[in-house]
């Protein structure tokens, strides 16, 4: 994760200085949110929000010279969290979709509608992969990790997270179309 929360202000966090965790919470909020929403659609706001209660109750036990850099870390607790929401309630999360817009007659309209839906097909995309390799999709492609920090996160050797990674864009491809497209020489 290239964008790490800067030392002082962890230090400060994990000393109890609500400030400093505030900014703990605005630096992170966008990745936990969006692997939450990968993984547990319309709930993810208060997993995102539970995430953060569990980070202030134990960031003061956070080892910033420990393996895990503090990004993995909090998105750990973040998958955790998911899995285990969707374990309680016994089904499957799903991705939370936008409507997408109508074109409405002005220039560009076109374009912008065609792009909601090439959108709107990613998502659902994601949405049918298989839990493991959504989680995989969105920490690596969303946040950027390493495929160790990854493996970290999931529990998983490295060698699972590449092919977890290399099943979820094939399927993402065969969904979207885009090995018909590229044969072809089409592109959408």
Known sequence: MADELDRATLSRC???????????????????????????????EDLTQ????????AVGGFDPDGPARLGAWILTIARRLCTDRA???GRRPTVALDVVPLG?????????????????????????LPEEQRAVVALQL???????????IERVPVGTVRSRLARAKDAL?????????????THR
């Open 14 to 44: 994990r000393r109890g200085d609500a400030q400093a965790f505030r900014a703990l919470v605005e630096h992170y909020q966008d990745r936990v949110f969006a692997l939450c929403l990968a993984l547990a659609g319309s709930e993810a």
């Open 50 to 57: 539970e995430t953060f209660v569990r980070v202030h109750g």
């Open 87 to 89: 374990r309680a309630v």
């Open 104 to 128: 409405d007659g002005r220039p560009g309209a076109d374009t912008e509608l065609d792009r909601a839906r090439r959108a709107r097909a990613l998502h659902q995309a994601i949405a049918a």
């Open 142 to 152: 969303w946040d950027g990790l390493e495929y160790e920090e990854i493996a970290a």
């Open 173 to 185: 491809k065969r969904a979207l179309g885009v090995d018909d497209e590229e044969r072809n020489g």
